[in-house]
């Protein structure tokens, strides 16, 4: 689940963060940083159990509201939403269930929330239509729950409150985070029942060593990589940059000098969409091109051994914008 969008995210927060205070503890910080990750996973499991946990209330809600009509002779409630077959299997998922005794995980303490998100997804449009269905299939069990998470739960002011308060990691990772649980709900199967994978934590090693490789060589080819930014910026005061501007060139160039396999037109394009997010309204056009010198610079002095592309317009997620993210780097920012 941790991709490398998401690790990028990180460094730039975490060397930010390794400049500010004072210890420069690089072990520490590597821990720091793996320990980060590590929290955007819960968060992915935890949003998951949410859909769980709002269940569980709906079918308390449901049990309740069947005694009192059976007390009072009146029509019995629908157990369509409250026996939601996805929801039901995704509560005896084994990865899920394993998360929840490791980290001690529940929204218990949360409850009032959870009962506000059930009256909220009842009012709901999705909601109603679904309940109206004559479709009793596991898909449409599985489709509603992907649209009340992408309608109600990716954009929601009360439940980003209420995890910034649980986790200062989670300020930045839900966005993310939530493209791989829309993702786990699409991939859902019922024969697989408690057995489903969910999304590993790592794709393989190799994500987890570039985290490792990047964060170090930012931080130790510091000043090296500072003086290809000055060098580059020789009409500009490089001492009037916005530090979270040096941050991120700094980064870039680790990446650019680190990993042979990534296009330079790749790693470009990545970290002035992360400017977009961190640094002045101005900082990705500026960062653009100062990359893209330093770039040219460093290959035709034989330092970046790989191609870098002719000037072209930018090619940025915009572009793909309706089209499901690909898996890799290479394969969204394809020169071919």
Not at 76 to 100: G, I
Not at 276 to 295: E, R
Request: with cysteine; net charge negative; charged share 30%.
């Amino acid at each position: 689940m941790i991709n490398r969008e998401l690790i990028r995210i990180k460094i730039v927060q975490l060397t930010y963060a390794y400049y500010q205070n004072g210890s420069k503890n690089m072990d520490s910080a590597e821990k720091e940083l793996l320990f980060s990750l590590s929290k955007a996973y819960h968060l992915y499991n935890y949003m998951l159990l949410l859909i769980v946990a709002v269940t569980k209330e709906a079918c308390r809600r449901f049990e309740a509201e069947t005694a009192k009509a059976k007390h009072e002779g009146t029509e019995l409630p629908s157990e369509k939403f409250a026996y939601n077959k996805f929801a039901l299997q995704l509560e005896e998922n084994r990865m899920l269930c394993d998360f929840v005794e490791a980290q001690k995980a529940t929204w218990d303490d949360d409850i009032e929330f959870v009962k506000r998100l059930l009256e909220q997804i009842q009012q709901s449009q999705v909601y109603n239509d679904y309940m109206e269905s004559e479709d009793d299939s596991y898909d449409a069990d599985r489709e509603l729950w992907r649209k009340l998470y992408k309608d109600l739960i990716t954009e929601n002011e009360d439940l980003d409150a209420l995890l910034e308060e649980k986790s200062l990691y989670w300020n930045d990772d839900k966005e993310v985070v939530d493209t791989f649980v829309l993702k786990t709900i699409k991939r859902f199967d019922p024969k697989n029942k408690k057995n489903q994978e969910l999304l590993p934590e790592y794709k393989d090693d190799e994500d987890k060593e570039f985290a490792r490789k990047l964060f170090r060589a930012t931080i130790l080819n510091a000043d090296q990589y500072q003086h290809y930014m000055s060098e580059a910026s020789r009409n500009w005061d490089f001492s009037r940059l916005a530090y979270m501007d040096v941050v991120i060139m700094q980064i870039a160039i680790a990446e650019m000098m680190t990993f042979p396999g990534i296009p330079v037109n790749v790693t470009i394009n990545e970290y002035v969409e992360l400017a977009k997010f961190y640094s002045t309204p101005k900082s990705s056009g500026y960062i653009n091109g100062m990359l893209d010198a330093i770039a040219r610079h460093l290959a035709s002095v034989g330092k970046l051994l790989k191609p870098v592309p002719e000037r072209r317009q930018r090619f940025t997620r915009s572009d793909v914008v309706g089209q499901q993210r690909p898996e890799t780097d290479r394969e969204l920012f394809n020169e071919d």
